[in-house]
């Protein structure tokens, strides 16, 4: 008997993205696993994106171009039209890391549905615009689940996790308010109490350094303080102190080099 393999819905939120998502399209396209489904959603783009968008409409299950309220309102559209029993997302500058990334996940994907897991994560290679890999993020769930309740964890990596569908009908979708912690803010729903599983050895996804998240660290800070505050925890733990103070401080120092 064949093994049941899951269908993928793949969704991406594209802006002025022409320099770096024909890369991530051809890394989703060229993928072994047959079950996916590719939405694409664009804020209306001024540069060649929706050019490229509509040259590749033959392997995207649904695309539009229209201004939307920010990432998070874009992933929302998109789950409308989604059909996956798992959802990944990933950003423009995100890509699978090899044309088998799917084809190895998909068993893991059976097993957690069978287990009642929802959230399916692998290592993700974070890497330069050259494509030169800067670190490696993802850690087993249980090393790093003590964390979840002061931030998002470095070694639980959202580009290419899966979520399982129920997820959205049980938690509601992303909170459009936000603008950078949106993903942190809707896995803490299902994550200060359950759990995930980590796929041991499969790199899944490379990831552009460089990302709001990358060069906004106050801002994150302050809008994870207000997703663990709306989700009942307690909001400034000495964990998520240490982090605030690192960023502030490293703000200061680029603030004065930078105005030398």
């Known amino acids: 008997m064949k093994a049941k393999q899951p269908l993928i819905t793949i969704i991406i939120a594209t802006l002025n993205c022409a320099d770096t998502i024909e890369h991530c399209l051809e890394s989703i396209v060229s993928q072994t696993y047959p079950h ?66 799917l084809t190895d996940l998909s068993p893991h994907l059976v097993k957690a549905a069978d ?56 938690h509601g979708l992303f909170d459009e308010t936000f603008m950078i912690a949106g993903d942190y803010e809707f896995l803490l729903r299902e994550l200060k109490d359950g759990s995930a599983l980590f796929v041991k050895g499969l790199r899944t996804v490379g990831s552009q350094i460089g990302g709001i998240a990358d060069v906004s660290r106050l801002k994150t800070n302050m809008e994870t303080a207000r997703a663990i505050k709306k989700n009942g925890l307690k909001r400034f733990s000495w964990v998520w102190t240490a982090v605030f103070a690192r960023a502030f401080a490293r703000k200061l120092l680029y603030d004065f080099f930078y105005k030398i």
Not at 51 to 77: C, F, M, V
Not at 86 to 93: E, H, M, T, V, Y
Not at 155 to 169: A, D, E, Q, W, Y
């Open 36 to 101: 996916k489904e590719l939405i694409v959603m664009d804020g209306g783009s001024r540069d060649a994106t929706v050019e490229i968008l509509a040259n590749r409409q033959n392997n995207i299950t649904y695309w539009k171009s229209k201004p939307d309220r920010g990432i998070y309102h874009a992933w929302n559209k998109a789950l409308k039209h989604s059909h996956g029993e798992w959802i990944c997302f990933l950003g423009a500058d995100d890509y699978f890391w090899s044309k088998n990334a």
């Open 115 to 170: 287990w009642k897991i929802k959230v399916v994560y692998g290592q993700v290679a974070r890497v330069d615009r050259n494509g030169r890999i800067l670190k490696l993020v993802g850690k087993p769930w249980k090393k790093i689940r003590w964390l979840m309740p002061h931030g998002m964890p470095l070694h639980l990596p959202h580009p290419g996790m899966m979520h399982h569908r129920s997820l959205f009908k049980r």
